[in-house]
């Protein structure tokens, strides 16, 4: 039997450890509610908890048992889900791309299971984009157009990098919340991605941003036509900038 155990840093280490969760094992034999009813596929399984930490704050625990996907380098057993999504939101922090934040990752291999953990602190402090758009109906806002602008220059900066999200859906983007007020201004760090299962790196920025996009305009209720021709507008703009910066590099 053997155990893989990474910690996203040092601070997170200490948090887990001084909440009792500090291995493997106090991991994985938490007892704590499904947040999210296990999903079952090829003879395994995958669930989400919810767990709040003594400080308050909370983390969602992510269990998973022979739950695998097939990369190039392992195309016959596969890897552990978790893995794979633990390494792109470690890759996407190098970048400086934000997207929800890992604290651990462990699995255990053993003759009969594959068993992997994953660890992310939960984003209280935000909605996804297709809560915002039910709590904030249709308009012309410029708190509305700020939160559809700063998704495009995220987008932007995704793809910039050749990175496809593969699912990019309103419900895997979350917005921090700010008080209502036409004033409030956000950034592209108030912007998070998740469900980075299947983030990967395509040949061209061209077609993972359409393959992206297209998703986005498809699967976001409560966009207006005007709403899509700003993100379009604030997504090329932020993409020609930062092809000029590159250049320019």
């Known amino acids: 039997m053997g155990t893989r155990e990474m910690f996203a840093d040092q601070a997170a280490r200490h948090l887990l450890t001084a909440n009792g969760l500090g291995g493997f094992d106090e991991l994985w034999t938490l007892e704590v509610a499904w947040h999210e009813a296990p999903n079952e596929r090829r003879g395994g399984w995958s669930g989400v908890s919810r767990h709040v930490l003594r400080d308050g704050t909370a983390v969602f625990l992510k269990r998973q048992d022979n739950h695998l ?26 970048l400086r791309i934000a997207a929800v934040e890992a604290l651990y990752y462990g699995d255990r291999n053993t003759d009969d299971h594959w068993r992997a953990i994953l660890v992310t602190r939960a984003l209280d402090e935000f909605v996804s984009l297709d809560e915002w758009n039910d709590r904030h109906p249709e308009g012309s806002s410029p708190l509305r157009q700020s939160v559809i602008k700063v998704v495009a220059q995220a987008c932007a900066r995704l793809h910039h990098h050749r990175l496809q999200h593969s699912c990019l859906y309103g419900k895997h983007l ?3 919340c700010l008080p209502m007020a036409d004033g409030a201004v956000l950034g592209e760090a108030d912007v998070r991605f998740i469900d980075l299962e299947k983030l990967r790196k395509g040949f061209s920025r061209k077609r ?30 932020q993409s020609q900038r930062l092809q000029q910066e590159t250049d320019a590099a």
């Not at 993972?208 to 703009?237: C, N």
Request: glycine share 6%; proline share 5%.
């Open 69 to 94: 996907c097939r990369t190039i380098r392992h195309p016959v057993r596969g890897i552990p889900t978790f893995y794979r999504e633990y390494a792109n939101i470690l890759h996407l922090r190098k």
């Open 208 to 237: 993972v941003g359409a393959h992206d996009i297209d998703q986005l305009m498809r699967h976001t209720p409560g966009w207006s036509a005007l709403d899509k021709e700003t993100f379009l507008a604030a997504y090329r703009a």
């Open 174 to 176: 979350f917005i921090k």
